[in-house]
């Protein structure tokens, strides 16, 4: 048997090798389907099928420039029911959950859509939340309401998964502008705001919690509001969450020199017991005049990030992936008011295009997802972490990075990703 191609083998072998580097360029897939259908197919697809299409777009070898390409041109959407929608099943992990959503009659899926998710309050459903906002809201914005149980106790482990799972399914299905992306919230909605606004700041253009409270101790974790304005509205006259809630709360956002707004009216409730407890309809024009104001930045040059060892997620182009054993867990029932908490903390600077500088505490290891619109990616790149060099070299690109943060991220592509390992007697 001889060791060597005949004519012909050589022949078909270069055939081969001239149709992988076409497909690369051009975005086909050598084995059969277009690399843009693949991609718009797994950008579309519900959770549980993305890893199969994510696997048929790498079994392709096109390249990461090919899959930028694609990404870049942006989504194909088809055209979705429009109306009120009321009791949509939504499995998150394992549990069975329902929303209410509400998508403008005018809904043209070439154009991109604000969304505000609001989150209702105790002896409230999604649904009740749809009929009274899709009316305040009209037909420039969709709107999604999930149910949570009869006491909104939206600060709990399972609702924050919930409003992330309802996220991903709105915008997997319409045509969301992803940086214009709200979260609000009334009474125990506003609580709720607050604690998963905290943790997902970065999801969202901007929060606006009525009539709520955010628990003192947990004060340190506004600053991942930096880059999230807030409006809050509270009636001075509340008899069921005290006005001083959104007071203090205002006070310390302007002390952070967070961006925030505030308005408290002094209208009292016809309905006994209730006081200034309600969204009164004359405050309605200035906060929308509000919202359609704020855009969100994805790709920020300074991030400040806190973290408890239950939020280890990603965070604008940043994620906190290890803590030290100091670090609080806020799901921990020994927690209890008072208790001073512990946080992980990094922050992160762009000096210039390739140079990153950042700065961590209670922090055993993080990782920077990479974007080309912040840093260029041809060039060494540089990374100190609390003044000492972590990081130097060229980053290398990867196409299953690139779109599994396209999934998570659609407002920035997101090629390449560094890790960093934090010294012990720095972390």
């Known amino acids: 048997m001889s060791y060597m191609f005949s004519r012909s083998r050589r022949r078909t072998v270069f055939l081969m090798i001239i149709i992988t580097f076409l497909c690369c360029v051009t975005g086909t897939s050598a084995w059969g389907g277009d690399l843009e259908s693949l991609i ?4 579309a697809s519900p959770p549980e099928h993305a890893e199969a299409q994510l696997t048929a777009i790498l079994s392709t070898g096109a390249s990461v420039e090919a899959i930028e390409k694609v990404l870049a041109n942006g989504r194909t959407y088809e055209q979705k029911p429009t109306g009120p929608w009321h009791g949509i099943p939504l499995q998150v992990g394992d549990a069975l959950y329902r929303y209410a959503l509400y998508v403008p009659e005018g809904y043209n899926p070439e154009h991109a ?4 998710v609001c989150l209702h309050g105790a002896g409230f459903n999604g649904s009740t939340y749809l009929q009274r906002w899709s009316k305040r809201l009209g037909k420039d914005h969709l709107l999604a309401c999930p149910t ?14 919930l409003v992330k799972a309802v996220l991903a399914d709105v915008t997997r299905q319409y045509h969301i502008d992803a940086n214009r992306v709200f979260l609000s ?38 600053q991942n509001f930096r880059m999230t304005p807030l409006y809050l509205l509270h009636g ?14 205002f006070t310390e956002l302007a002390r952070l020199g967070i961006p925030a707004s505030y308005r408290e009216h002094d209208e009292v409730h016809e309905r006994p017991g209730v006081g200034g407890h309600f969204f009164p309809e004359e405050e309605l024009p200035d906060l929308v005049n509000w919202i359609v104001r704020q ?3 994805p790709v920020p040059k300074e991030i400040t990030l806190l973290r408890d060892r239950d939020h280890l997620d990603r965070f604008y182009w940043s994620r906190i992936d290890a803590v030290s054993e100091k670090t609080v867990s806020l799901w921990d029932s020994t927690v209890k008011e008072g208790d001073q908490l512990i946080l992980a903390r990094l922050e992160a600077l762009v000096i210039s295009p390739i140079e990153i500088e950042v700065l961590t505490r209670h922090v055993e290891r993080y990782t920077l997802f990479l974007s080309p619109s912040l840093f260029d990616l041809d060039k060494p790149i540089t990374i100190t972490t609390n003044g000492n060099k972590s990081f130097q070299g060229k980053v290398t690109k990867d196409p ?11 407002g920035a592509l997101f090629p390449a990703t560094v890790t ?6 720095e972390s």
């Open 400 to 410: 299953k990075v690139l779109l599994s943060e396209a999934r998570r991220n659609p």
């Open 420 to 425: 960093i390992t934090v010294p012990s007697h």
């Open 40 to 43: 718009q197919t797994y950008l």
């Open 113 to 116: 859509y604000p969304l505000v």
């Open 185 to 222: 919230g009334m009474s125990n909605g506003a609580v709720g705001a607050f604690a998963i606004g905290t943790h997902q700041a970065d999801r969202f253009a901007a929060l606006t919690p009525m009539a709520g409270c955010y628990p003192l101790g947990l004060y340190p974790l506004l």
């Open 148 to 161: 949570i149980d009869e006491n909104g106790e939206w600060w709990t482990r399972k609702p924050e998964a």
């Open 236 to 249: 001075s006259e509340d008899t069921i969450m005290p006005v001083q809630c959104s007071r203090d709360v």
């Open 295 to 297: 855009k969100r930045n």
